[in-house]
């Protein structure tokens, strides 16, 4: 006997943008899934599905499938999130879904964010700096907890790209380090083992490929899945650098 308050399964029609642009021949196009919901199905299980029981050449990333590695970031209905995190209870029944823009894509749904990633933090040195010889001791000396959890909270970027996807700025400029560099840099000034100072972080971002290229739009706070306070940390950086003198260019 069915519950009364259980709802019909529907039927849900999944559109995909698909290309491979390893194919010469390939030509960017919208191809289109038919399934049934199912309880508590999440468009993460619902991709499964049609790669395992309509077409398992649609390419798409997973690895953790609980919202922690980032690796499912895509643009669902135009708007970037992770797939794993993305019920489709709360979703119409008809769901167009595309890779995220910015970053160099692999294929269908599939895109490099590492690549980017890894690119950003090697120009922002997002590392701890002065670890090595007499700055052991400043390493290893306890740290006041309120800072730890300050720390903490920059440290929970999952680096899945939807902030990035999100930007009016990364999608213009190539140059720009996006909320996630920013964010890095914000974590690594407040770490007291890290041997610099405000100078040396705002000589890394203080133009307009990095804090000062911010429009304040949002977006990058708007779709972060760890809803972290990217754009306190834009606020606060752009005040501190412009009282040092440092300004767009």
Avoid at 13 to 18: D, F, Q, S
Avoid at 94 to 115: C, M, N, Q, Y
Avoid at 182 to 197: C, E, Q, T
Wanted: proline share 6%.
């Amino acid at each position: 006997m069915t519950a009364p308050n259980a709802r019909r399964p529907r039927q849900l029609r999944i559109e995909v943008l698909r290309h491979n642009p390893a194919d010469a021949a390939s030509v960017p196009r919208l191809q289109g899934y038919e399934l049934t919901e199912a309880p508590g199905m999440t468009l993460f299980i619902a991709l499964n599905e049609i790669r395992e029981t309509q077409d398992p050449s649609l390419q798409f990333d997973f690895v953790c499938r609980a919202g922690i590695c980032g690796s499912c970031g895509m643009l669902i209905n135009g708007r970037p999130g992770l797939a794993c995190r993305t019920l489709i209870q709360d979703m119409d029944p008809h769901i167009r879904l595309a890779p995220l823009p910015v970053f160099e894509l692999i294929g269908d749904l599939s895109v490099d964010t590492g690549k980017w990633m890894r690119a950003v933090g090697e120009r922002l040195e997002a590392w701890l700096h002065g670890a090595a010889g007499a700055d052991v001791d400043r390493m290893e000396a306890p740290m006041d907890p309120d800072l730890a959890d300050a720390i903490y909270e920059l440290d929970r970027c999952i680096e899945c790209g939807c902030c990035v996807a999100a930007c009016g700025s990364a999608q213009m400029r190539e140059d720009f380090v996006g909320a996630v560099g920013l964010n890095r840099i914000a974590r690594f000034r407040l770490d007291p083992r890290d041997g610099r100072d405000d100078g040396d972080f705002y000589e890394l971002i203080g133009d307009d490929q990095g804090v000062f290229g911010c429009m304040t739009l949002l977006g990058c706070q708007d779709v972060c899945p760890k809803d972290l306070p990217l754009q306190t940390q834009i606020a606060f950086l752009r005040r501190h650098m412009a009282r040092r003198g440092f300004g767009g260019g």
